[in-house]
């Protein structure tokens, strides 16, 4: 978790100061979202990193499985404090700024925007099902790893669907 927490600051100095305007300005007015997303990220690290040890950092599988895990944590930390309707609101505006404010190739943002998308389905398909209270990790990552193994590659052509993780060859 220290390195996870040593890479995380170091992203954030390499932000520009517009770049850091904007995270801050939508990140001071909602402290306690704030403080969920970063450890919503953390243990996302974490987790991808243990089960993904040569993917999770690359374009490859365990990148995909990070940002649906990421995604349906978040939603999962703030529904404990807030509605579903709020916090997929939340998750989806706090995951979209991550996007802007660190840039990928084409290709790499529309995986990780799918990727992201998949994570927060997930979630609000689950939910109905379990007191959002009681849900645990492991009911995340139980059906994430499922869709790791009909995860398909994309490609500039790839027509996904959507409730399937894809990643770069």
Not at 47 to 70: C, E, M, Q, V
Not at 96 to 113: C, S, Y
Not at 154 to 159: F, G, P
Request: aromatic residues 12%.
């Amino acid at each position: 978790m220290k390195k996870a927490f040593t890479i995380f600051v170091n992203t954030i100095r390499t932000l520009t100061f517009k770049k850091l305007g904007l995270l801050l300005g939508t990140t001071i007015p909602n402290p306690l979202f704030t403080a969920i997303s970063f450890y919503a990220t953390l243990k996302a690290f974490v987790l991808a990193k243990k089960y993904f040890p040569k993917t999770n950092s690359s374009d490859g599988i365990g990148n995909a499985f990070r940002h649906a895990l990421w995604t349906s944590l978040i939603l999962m930390y703030y529904c404990k404090i807030s509605s579903p309707k709020k916090a997929l609101k939340w998750c989806k505006k706090i995951t979209d700024l991550h996007e802007e404010l660190f840039p990928n190739e084409a290709l790499q943002k529309q995986m990780d925007l799918h990727n992201n998308k998949v994570g927060m389905d997930l979630f609000m398909e689950m939910v109905p099902g379990i007191h959002r209270q009681f849900f645990e990790s492991s009911f995340l990552i139980d059906e994430l790893f499922k869709k790791v193994k009909t995860a398909k590659i994309l490609t500039k052509n790839t027509i996904i669907a959507e409730a399937e993780l894809v990643y770069l060859k």
